[in-house]
């Protein structure tokens, strides 16, 4: 550095005073912005946008601002443009939200608007609003909500969710199946979301196959038969329930009367290990604690009722989903037909189960040589 204190010319610069490295003018490119737990206001997000410092934003990310209202009343400028009018994505995570109006204001000041995020608020304690946006027929682009971590407790707030024409949703841990009492389990409301859905192809993190569906749409067609049910019934408040059975019967005509599922018992505890897996049809209305009694019948009653679990086997799931009520039917925990339910016993420790193995393993193989031992006596006596 000069001892002047003067910044030198870096390596390469142009000497003519006019060469300049941009010739034209900066325009600003970036398409999200993050602004979570800044403080910022909805007044000071349209006078930036008023700025046109962003023209070409898509993605905005408003968590934890306190912006409790969500998403204002946001009218058109003087000059007639829309603010922020390319907005697809909206994040509004953790801000107090209550107000199910939200979603309107929402798709009314952004057209364009393709997902919205609204996790963590306190949406769900009233449905004021949530029915209005879901019987408007006018065109949007909104098809992702999410929906986690808020104040969901009723069959009637899934109805009128339901009524979304979404491509994903998310709804988990929320009051309707978390606490000491809830009214589902998370599979029952997967299973009757999905087949009160029929554009949903994502739901809480996890793609809605073909076989997922076909299952969850069956058992819901079943379920819909009896109108006493206290599902069918809370959801037929808020949605057209007899329009979604009319739907689900020209698809599966076969569906009548009491909804049968296949279930496979996979011998699990060290009593069992010598037994093969059992396969029986079940009515869904049977309770964790009857299926554990046919259970107990099915494999000689080897291990004692009171000490038989029976978890639901989950590929997300390592160690296999437990019952926590075994006074719940199937259909509250979601068995689907084709589920496979692991039977153990809670007498088991590690140890205990790696030995009785390596004994079912040694008879099975002394058997095994027994059984050619006579197939040769008897080649050889010829």
Not at 61 to 76: D, F, K, M, R, W
Request: with cysteine; glycine share 6%; hydrophobic share 40%.
């Amino acid at each position: 550095m000069p001892d002047d204190g003067s910044v030198p010319l870096p390596v390469g610069a142009p000497e003519t005073a006019d060469a300049r490295i941009a010739r034209g003018t900066f325009a600003c490119r970036i398409q999200t912005l993050v602004l979570s737990s800044t403080g910022i206001s909805w007044k000071d997000i349209l006078a930036l946008d008023y700025t046109g410092c962003f023209p070409c934003l898509e993605h905005l990310h408003l968590a934890q601002n306190g912006l409790t209202e969500g998403v204002p009343e946001i009218s058109c400028r003087e000059d007639g443009n829309r603010p922020l009018s390319r907005i697809k994505t909206l994040v509004l995570d953790s801000n107090g939200v209550s107000d199910w109006f939200v979603l309107k204001r929402a798709v009314a000041a952004f057209p364009l608007l393709e997902e919205l995020h609204l996790n963590g608020n306190s949406l769900g304690g009233s449905l004021d609003g949530l029915m209005d946006v879901s019987v408007e027929t006018a065109a949007r682009c909104l098809t992702k909500v999410f929906l986690s971590e808020n104040k969901l407790s009723s069959w009637q707030a899934v109805g009128a969710v339901s009524c979304y024409a979404l491509l994903e949703l998310k709804v988990q841990r929320n009051p309707m199946t978390e606490g000491d009492k809830p009214l589902a389990s998370p599979q029952l409301l997967r299973q009757v979301l999905i087949a009160l859905m029929p554009t949903l192809t994502r739901l809480n993190n996890s793609e809605v196959n073909a076989k997922e569906r076909l299952a969850a749409e069956r058992y819901f067609l079943a379920l819909v038969q009896n109108k006493d049910h206290l599902i069918i019934q809370a959801l037929g408040e808020t949605c057209a329930v007899d329009s979604h059975a009319s739907r689900l019967k020209s698809l599966y005509a076969d569906v009548v009367g009491e909804f049968l599922v296949e279930v496979t018992l996979e011998p699990f505890g060290a009593e069992l290990l010598d037994q093969k897996p059992v396969v029986k049809k079940v009515p869904h209305t049977m309770t964790i604690a009857e299926l554990k009694a046919l259970a107990h019948k099915s494999f000689g009653e080897k291990v004692p009722v009171e000490r038989m679990q029976l978890l639901l086997v989950d590929p997300a799931v390592p160690f296999g989903t437990p019952f926590a009520d075994e006074s719940r039917d199937l259909g509250f925990y979601g068995v689907m037909d084709g589920a496979r339910l692991r039977v153990d016993d809670s007498a088991d420790n590690y140890g205990d189960k790696m030995l009785k193995a390596v004994d079912n393993t040694e008879k099975q193989m002394l058997a095994s040589d027994k059984a050619d031992g006579a197939v040769e006596s008897l080649f050889t006596e010829k």
